[in-house]
């Protein structure tokens, strides 16, 4: 499930300080990352399963492995884990509301946080 209109797409922020802000709301990088790829996560394990909420982003002309780079964010997604297969994100994937909208609010704080960070073009 793609989230729309969460105000956070083609965001761009320097990936030092979109870390930090993206910890503070509970989405981690990890080992999701390749040299211009970058994947944050935020898990969520309830009745229904296990759900990850996604923040995607990328870099043009950056380096994510030496921490030099400006990412551009994509849109987010909300994905259900099948052990041992992974995340589907498909349309025929039922999401709980209480989930949808915690995630939701996820979104437009993490929308505020970023607006103070992001590099004009």
């Not at 802000?21 to 990088?29: A, S």
């Not at 994905?79 to 025929?92: L, V």
């Not at 949808?100 to 437009?108: A, F, H, Y």
């Amino acid at each position: 499930m793609d989230f729309e209109n969460t105000g956070i797409e083609n965001t761009v922020i320097d990936l030092n300080v979109l870390d930090d802000l993206m910890k503070n709301h509970g989405l981690i990088r990890a080992g999701q990352w390749d040299y211009e790829r970058v994947t944050y996560d935020k898990k969520y394990e309830i009745k229904e399963g296990i759900f990850y909420l996604r923040v995607f982003g990328f870099t043009k002309d950056g380096d994510v492995g030496s921490h030099d780079a400006n990412i551009t964010l994509l849109k987010p997604a909300l994905g259900k884990h099948y052990y041992p297969h992974g995340i589907e994100y498909g349309e025929n994937e039922v999401f709980p509301n209480h989930l949808v909208k915690s995630c939701e609010k996820t979104l437009t704080a993490l929308k505020a946080d970023l607006k103070a960070f992001e590099i004009k073009a």
